[in-house]
């Protein structure tokens, strides 16, 4: 057992709560992981304004990177190894996992849900309860114990707070692009939102080979960002001026952002034969209307993308060795780098669009 200090979500709507718990150690299959770095995302924001219901109390953070500590058996992985956390582990025996699809594993949608590890239970506790794991991952503390399922060890010379981007952030946005999309060299590319997942997506499609890349956001910083990292127009979202600049409407849209309203404009601003990938998580009871006959008629796709439609030990280190030959400069996605304390003032931040990634390190 050991005393470790996180952010602990007690009610929704409220700011997130450090406090001091008893973790548990590592069992079999899982790993106790020493947390370097730990990035705010949306979805943390979402379980916060209760969009994405979670049992809690939980302990939240989902994008991490860290050091291994201790192995638990039957694992792989040896202490001192560097990892990067994903955020749907992997059972490896489902359906979904079986044919390559691990984004859509039973088993960790099931846990996830629940607030479990993947074998199973809780790992913290308190004086009064024993709080939930979010994703599987729970970043927002000092250290965790994950599954091994949930881990992907990477190259020890990388930064953590560039690392720890790679779970989310990269996975889902770069992985929406070269596994969701089929950009090739040329192309017209729209993405719609410029947080983390949005900017990683544009990079992404510059690397494809994107000629024309339409930044869409209502914030101008962001716009601003996106010019100077590639895009080669922006703007808040007028579809005709995307159909203008694209000649009838990009090749690929990628909406980020969880607005149905923003993805109907994605689809609309995507040309007849071209493909409309959306990220985004709105709220469970969003429903989305679209003219029916323009998937015939204009033989468009709709798609969606969860984890970048990745498989995390194999894109994880592809997207790593991209970042490492300067075609994903991933490092400029970050805004900001704070302390555990500020985590509530952080999440205000990302409220206001006022940062695109903003990491907790840990010392």
Do not use: M
């Given at each position: 057992m050991m005393r470790v200090r996180g952010a602990v979500l007690r009610e929704v709507g409220r700011p997130l709560e450090i406090e001091t718990m008893t973790l548990e150690p590592p069992g079999p299959g899982e790993l106790l992981v020493r947390v370097r770095a730990a990035g705010l995302c949306h979805s943390d924001l979402s379980v916060i304004d209760g969009s994405r219901p979670r049992p809690l109390p939980m302990v939240l953070g989902h994008e991490a990177a860290g050091e291994v500590v201790e192995a638990g058996q039957g694992t792989g992985f040896t202490a001192g190894q560097h990892v990067v956390l994903s955020f749907v582990p992997s059972c490896g025996d489902c359906r979904p996992c079986l044919?390559?699809?691990?984004?859509?594993?039973?088993?960790?949608?099931?846990?996830?849900?629940?607030?479990?590890?993947?074998?199973?239970?809780?790992?913290?506790?308190?004086?009064?309860?024993?709080?939930?794991?979010?994703?599987?991952?729970?970043?927002?503390?000092?250290?965790?114990?994950?599954?091994?399922?949930?881990?992907?060890?990477?190259?020890?010379?990388?930064?953590?707070?560039?690392?720890?981007?790679?779970?989310?952030?990269?996975?889902?946005?770069?992985?929406?692009?070269?596994?969701?999309?089929?950009?090739?060299?040329?192309?017209?590319?729209?993405?719609?939102?410029?947080?983390?997942?949005?900017?990683?997506?544009?990079?992404?499609?510059?690397?494809?080979?994107?000629?024309?890349?339409?930044?869409?956001?209502?914030?101008?910083?962001?716009?601003?960002?996106?010019?100077?990292?590639?895009?080669?127009?922006?703007?808040?979202?007028?579809?005709?001026?995307?159909?203008?600049?694209?000649?009838?409407?990009?090749?690929?849209?990628?909406?980020?952002?969880?607005?149905?309203?923003?993805?109907?404009?994605?689809?609309?601003?995507?040309?007849?034969?071209?493909?409309?990938?959306?990220?985004?998580?709105?709220?469970?009871?969003?429903?989305?209307?679209?003219?029916?006959?323009?998937?015939?008629?204009?033989?468009?796709?709709?798609?969606?993308?969860?984890?970048?439609?990745c498989v995390p030990r194999r894109d994880i280190p592809r997207f790593i060795a991209l970042y490492q030959a300067g075609l994903l400069p991933v490092e400029a996605l970050l805004t900001h780098r704070i302390g555990l304390e500020e985590i509530n003032t952080g999440f205000d931040r990302l409220r206001r669009g006022a940062a695109v990634r903003q990491v907790v390190t840990f010392p």
């Open positions: 044919t390559g699809r691990p984004a859509l594993c039973g088993p960790a949608a099931e846990s996830n849900r629940n607030g479990t590890l993947l074998g199973g239970g809780t790992r913290w506790s308190s004086p009064d309860d024993r709080p939930g794991h979010h994703l599987g991952v729970s970043a927002f503390a000092e250290h965790i114990v994950v599954s091994a399922r949930s881990v992907v060890a990477v190259d020890d010379t990388l930064p953590f707070d560039v690392a720890a981007l790679f779970g989310c952030a990269v996975l889902t946005g770069a992985g929406a692009v070269f596994n969701a999309t089929d950009v090739r060299p040329g192309d017209s590319v729209a993405v719609f939102g410029l947080g983390g997942v949005g900017l990683a997506a544009l990079l992404a499609a510059k690397a494809a080979g994107a000629a024309t890349l339409v930044a869409v956001d209502l914030v101008a910083d962001k716009r601003e960002l996106a010019l100077s990292l590639g895009a080669t127009h922006a703007l808040e979202g007028d579809v005709e001026a995307i159909k203008e600049l694209t000649d009838g409407g990009a090749d690929h849209a990628v909406d980020t952002t969880g607005v149905v309203a923003a993805l109907h404009q994605a689809y609309r601003a995507t040309r007849p034969g071209g493909t409309t990938v959306t990220v985004g998580l709105p709220h469970p009871s969003a429903e989305l209307a679209l003219p029916a006959q323009s998937l015939v008629a204009e033989e468009k796709t709709l798609r969606g993308s969860y984890l970048g439609s």
